[in-house]
């Protein structure tokens, strides 16, 4: 089955400061998802991005699909912005609605 | 629009006994997916329905693990013999299109 890395698994930084997560995944995809879990479990969608570009506010995302990775961008960033960021994808296998592969995560920490 | 609903939200029991946990669905979303987070780990996709349809279940963890959706709106999972391994995050998420929206989880604790 497809394969997602994610890097850092661990990120410390303090208010203010902007961060790139990337996620490398090993084949073709039909969805990229870009969730944040807060520190009560609930996940969080950012972007729906399999390909191009889109922004939110302070938070951006690319996905390069030709070269199989995606890069989540947080800018000016808040306490709030703490928790765990996790991409998943799903490959056209499943007829374009299958069960997403999660990656393992970037643990985020924004220090006030 | 309300979100993905899920109950209970916490649950505690003793190994042996069966658990049954409920998934409420954002309206007019047919897909339905079930997943089961460990600490530390990202979700782990376990079955999914379209409509009533059961379309995937080969990645159910073993026979103690089942899944309905009889009329194709809410959905249940159901663990027998509960494990001390079972203990985890039970995620459900839905979706109309591609895009997945989750819920809350139902955290079961096995003693």
């Known amino acids: 089955g497809i394969q997602v890395e994610q890097s850092p698994p661990d990120l410390i930084l303090q208010e203010g400061a902007n961060s790139t997560l990337r996620c490398n995944f090993s084949?073709?995809?039909?969805?990229l998802q870009w969730f944040h879990q807060n520190p009560w479990g609930q996940l969080i969608n950012l972007f729906y991005?399999?390909?191009g570009t889109k922004q939110n506010g302070r938070l951006s995302a690319t996905t390069v699909a030709t070269e199989r990775y995606s890069l989540l961008y947080i800018s000016s960033s808040q306490t709030t912005d703490s928790g765990v960021y996790f991409c998943?994808?799903?490959?056209?296998?499943?007829?374009?609605?299958?069960?997403?592969?999660f990656g393992k995560g970037t643990h985020l920490i924004i220090q006030p | 629009d309300t979100g993905v609903s899920q109950n209970p939200r916490h649950k505690i029991t003793k190994r042996g006994q069966n658990v049954t946990f409920r998934c409420d669905p954002i309206?007019?979303?047919?897909?339905l997916y079930w997943y089961r987070q460990t600490l530390g780990q990202g979700p782990e996709f376990l079955t999914y329905?379209?409509?009533?349809?059961?379309?995937?279940k080969s990645r159910l963890l073993s026979d103690r693990f089942s899944a309905e959706r009889p009329k194709g709106s809410f959905s249940t999972l159901e663990i027998q013999r509960t494990e001390q391994g079972d203990s985890a995050m039970y995620l459900c998420?839905?979706?109309?299109?591609?895009?997945?929206?989750f819920g809350p989880g139902t955290r079961l604790t096995v003693t």
């Open positions: 084949d073709s995809v039909n969805n």
């Open positions: 329905f379209q409509n009533e349809a059961q379309l995937e």
């Open positions: 998420a839905s979706s109309r299109g591609v895009e997945q929206y």
């Open positions: 309206s007019e979303h047919n897909r």
């Open positions: 991005i399999p390909s």
């Open positions: 998943a994808v799903s490959d056209f296998s499943g007829g374009g609605a299958d069960g997403l592969t």
